[in-house]
Nanobody
Framework: QVQLVESGGGLVQAGGSLRLSCAAS????????MAWFRQAPGKDREFVAT????????LYADSVKGRFTISRDNPKNTVYLQMNSLKPEDTAVYYC???????????????????WGQGTQVTVSS
């Protein structure tokens, strides 16, 4: 079992930056790849970013490409989402999710992710 705890959300003005953190705990946490999703009010949850196979390979949603960066501190079992040039449309609850390292298909959808954090609110004012 893996437990995920997000932190780092808050209120920021458009053009600003935030860094989200997700700490994974549990005996098998190192066997999981991590991802970020988000859900805006009235909308479905959507994929934001993840690592693939190794932490050197990444996948981003088109809407955040070039502005957001996902990274991982393996000794700490923590994944980060650095968000720059934030826009009001980035306002959402951001969720950390974990899937088995061996899964590499459909990783931009919710299906492969067995474990989820509670979410952290990010609000970008215009």
């Amino acid at each position: 079992q893996v437990q995920l705890v997000e932190s780092g959300g808050g209120l920021v003005q458009a053009g600003g930056s935030l860094r989200l953190s997700c700490a994974a705990s549990g005996r098998t946490a190192s066997n999981y790849a991590m991802a970020w999703f988000r859900q805006a009010p009235g909308k479905d949850r959507e994929f934001v970013a993840t690592t693939i196979w190794t932490d050197d390979m990444t996948l981003y949603a088109d809407s955040v490409k070039g502005r957001f960066t996902i990274s991982r501190d393996n000794p700490k079992n923590t994944v980060y989402l650095q968000m720059n040039s934030l826009k009001p449309e980035d306002t959402a609850v951001y969720y950390c999710a974990a899937r088995r390292n061996t899964v590499a298909t459909n990783i931009g959808t919710e299906g492969p992710y067995a474990h989820w954090g509670q979410g952290t609110q990010v609000t970008v004012s215009s």
